[in-house]
């Protein structure tokens, strides 16, 4: 089993910067990518950020030159820096991580303020 453990939401003003983490444990064999996808209310969930085990990314449009995802292989770790926020940015970010299946985090909010 894989745990996915994500900290770093909250509240921040437009314009403003947070810093997600995640955290994976648990029987990894193998690491295709860790990422992160956003479901903000009343709409599907998207794919935000894609990091591969050797550190090939992949954007979604909307968050383009202004999120940076990198991620740690030593400690299983990926993280998604996002900068210039703006109040379309607020959603529940959930981790995600492709091994041998699809592992998703609990869910951290990320509320910007206009």
């Known amino acids: 089993q894989v745990r996915l453990v994500e900290s770093g939401g909250g509240l921040v003003q437009a314009g403003g910067s947070l810093r997600l983490s995640c955290a994976a444990s648990?029987?990894?064999?193998?690491?295709?990518?860790m990422g992160w996808d956003r479901q903000a209310p009343g709409k599907q969930r998207e794919l935000v950020a894609t990091i591969t085990s050797g550190g090939v990314t992949n954007y979604a449009e909307s968050v383009k030159d202004r999120f940076t995802i990198s991620i740690d292989g030593a400690k299983n770790t990926v993280y998604l820096q996002m900068n210039s926020l703006k109040p379309e940015d607020t959603a529940v970010y959930y981790c995600?991580?492709?091994?041998?299946?699809?592992?998703w985090g609990q869910g951290s909010q990320v509320t910007v303020s206009s």
């Open positions: 995600t991580l492709q091994s041998y299946r699809t592992f």
């Open positions: 648990g029987s990894i064999f193998s690491i295709g990518y």
